[in-house]
């Protein structure tokens, strides 16, 4: 892990508020990505260093295992990797467009309960967007975040691609 810290501008200390607070999280996610909201899904911690995503244990994420179904957990999972990424883009002259371009998942064990999923790769992410910015070019972030249940137990393992490029070139 990385020691430096990053300074956010105005635009994105601002998103960072608005992915925090309950409300407008939820109103986002009803708008934006219903299947989000409807899951429960929500961001408890975002720093340009990390972020945390939880996803509930309820009936509507079960599959037919009693455990939560992979695609709700791969939401939860991006959204960890994703907040920071979108973060980094906020404010930028140019703008930088955003997009996934590769996923991995490994699911050790089954999710029988609330799933924390942490991502510790924001510098990472941050890098890949100045780079991006810098140059013009694209530039590409494998991102990890680890899905645990509350007793540590580590449920899910995925690796996002992520792909920055700055727009108008």
Known sequence: MSTTTTTLSPAQESFRKKMLNPWLFRTFAFFKVPMGWLSGMKV???????CVSTQPFKWVNKNPFQSTYFA???MAAELSTAAIGLMAIQGQKPSIAIIIID???EFPKKATGRVTF???D??????????AKSTGE?????????????DD???SVFEFTWSFKRRGS
């Open 44 to 50: 408890t911690e975002l720093t340009p260093e990390r």
């Open 72 to 74: 709700v957990q791969s």
């Open 103 to 105: 996923m991995k998942a």
């Open 118 to 120: 942490t991502c510790e």
């Open 122 to 131: 924001g510098d990472k992410i941050f890098e890949a967007v100045e780079r």
């Open 138 to 150: 694209a530039a590409t972030v494998t991102a990890k975040t680890v899905g645990k249940m509350a």
């Open 153 to 155: 137990t580590v449920v």
